[in-house]
């Protein structure tokens, strides 16, 4: 590919994010986060199938370095054991670009059989979706076409999925006005953890 290619990619992609919803939803998810994990002590369990599936756990990774208790389930695993993980006041983060996911519309039904009020978040293409319905809240991501030449690999999609996963977690620390110190708590080690640990000693010098 030549260079006009590759920076249409970029353009591609660029616009994907321009073009992702930003609702009222967003109010929602973050209230309920605060609500369940920080107010109630729950936790944040994200979930998804395949590349979603890796987004969901990148996301959950972000959420616990930033404050928030979070990890992630894998739908199908879940079905074998590990739904013993949820808890009363967990809350999920679904994440599927089809909105029907049959292992994530399980996951549902099955954790709802060991807390019955247990609420969802899902990140989605199509809001009309079943499991978009049936949410706390929907976060839509616009439904981009792939950069994929096929239309088929997750491509764009998963990026959009990334930044509005980034959107709630950056909503979230600014509400519970999470710090450099806290940051340095939960992340010793490498450059991130020196850095954190140097702009805290920076800011208690400042107060």
Excluded: W
């Amino acid at each position: 590919m030549n260079k006009e290619n590759y920076i249409s990619i970029l353009e591609k992609e660029a616009e994907a994010i321009r073009n992702i919803p930003v609702t009222e939803q967003y109010d929602k998810a973050i209230d309920l986060i605060i609500k369940k994990i920080h107010l109630s002590g729950g936790m944040l369990i994200t979930s998804g199938m395949g590349k979603a599936g890796q987004v969901a756990m990148n996301i959950a990774t972000t959420f616990s370095s930033t404050g928030t208790p979070a990890c992630f389930l894998h739908p199908s695993e879940a079905q074998h054991g590990d739904l013993g993980i949820i808890r009363k006041n967990d809350l999920l983060l679904l994440i599927s670009n089809s909105g029907k996911t049959r292992e994530l519309v399980e996951l549902v039904q099955l954790s709802k059989g060991l807390v019955e009020d247990i609420e969802y978040i899902v990140i989605t293409s199509d809001p009309e979706s079943r499991l978009a319905k049936e949410s706390a809240a929907c976060l839509c991501t616009g439904a981009p076409e792939e950069v994929c030449p096929l239309g088929l690999t997750p491509t764009t999609s998963t990026t959009t999925m990334t930044v509005i996963g980034d959107i709630l977690v950056v909503g979230v620390m600014r509400q519970i006005q999470f710090n450099s110190a806290d940051y340095a708590k939960r992340h010793h080690g490498g450059y991130l953890g020196s850095k954190s640990r140097k702009q805290s000693k920076e800011e208690n010098n400042n107060n």
